[in-house]
């Protein structure tokens, strides 16, 4: 604990240091708020589907088109977490957006918490749940509409829902991509936290910092290359404790 703490002292100053502040984070970020990371031995990759098919085909382009009543049993049972509330890390990154400091969130997550927490610069490279769309009247539903009406269909028409997330099969947003590109580049202090950095092409984007600081927060180590900034701190913890000692810091 007391080594959690210095690292976290360490982390404190570079923020107060900092200008510039982007976040960049995986499903570990919203593990502390009960929702599963995706590659862990316990993560949906590797959920027992019940079916002949694997995790990554039933949430796949082709499986939604080519059967998607069984699509949406995997998806909403796996994916989609209405519940879900913020956790400290999702708080704390809102109130340094608040006081300026961070000026952008990139995020692998499809949950929202980032925005429901209250950040309002957030690009997610991998869509969201809270996003649906019809695939024949193309009509937008938020995800409260969508888990109403029944077996995913749109009301107005009787099609199937898409949401607005990136497949298995399906490229990333481009205009995303870009801004996510942008944002990192012009960045004194990079943040990177609940990632394993395996998934392309979104682990790729951290190569475009060009500031001063990394600090990394996972449970796992995870490589992160020393070129990329002069300063690399890793914190390996879990991320709710780390921001939730990160507050507490402020608060004294």
């Known amino acids: 604990m007391e080594q959690l703490t210095a690292k976290v002292l360490a982390f404190k100053k ?4 900092s200008k510039n502040i982007v976040f960049f984070g995986g499903a570990g970020v919203s593990v502390p708020s009960g929702i ?7 993560g949906v990759y590797f959920a027992p589907t019940n079916t002949i098919y694997s995790a990554e085909e039933m949430v796949s382009r082709t499986m939604f088109y080519r059967n998607t009543a069984l699509f949406n049993d995997f998806y909403f049972k796996h994916l989609v977490y209405p519940d879900a509330k913020p956790n400290p890390c999702h708080l704390y990154l809102a109130k340094l957006e608040e006081k300026g400091v961070l000026t952008a969130v990139v995020t692998q997550n499809i949950d929202g918490l980032h925005q429901i927490a209250g950040n309002k610069v957030v690009y997610e490279l991998h869509g969201s749940v809270h996003r649906n769309y019809c695939t024949k009247c193309h009509t937008f539903h938020n995800l409260e509409q969508t888990l ?9 028409c009787g099609n199937y829902l898409k949401p607005d997330v990136v497949l298995f099969e399906e490229g990333l947003d481009g205009l995303t991509l870009s801004r996510s590109v942008t944002a990192i580049s012009k960045a004194d202090t990079l943040i990177i936290g609940g990632t394993s950095l395996i998934v392309q092409p979104a682990a790729s984007l951290i190569h475009y910092f ?16 020393t070129f990329l900034a002069p300063n690399l701190l890793f914190i390996e913890a879990d991320i709710g404790k780390t921001f939730e000692l990160l507050s507490q810091l402020d608060n004294n």
């Open 148 to 156: 109403k009406e029944p077996q995913g269909k749109c009301k107005h």
């Open 210 to 225: 060009q500031g001063k600081n990394i600090v990394v927060v996972n449970k796992t180590s995870i490589r992160v290359p």
């Open 14 to 17: 570079i923020i107060d240091q």
């Open 36 to 42: 599963p990371d995706f590659r862990s031995a316990d």
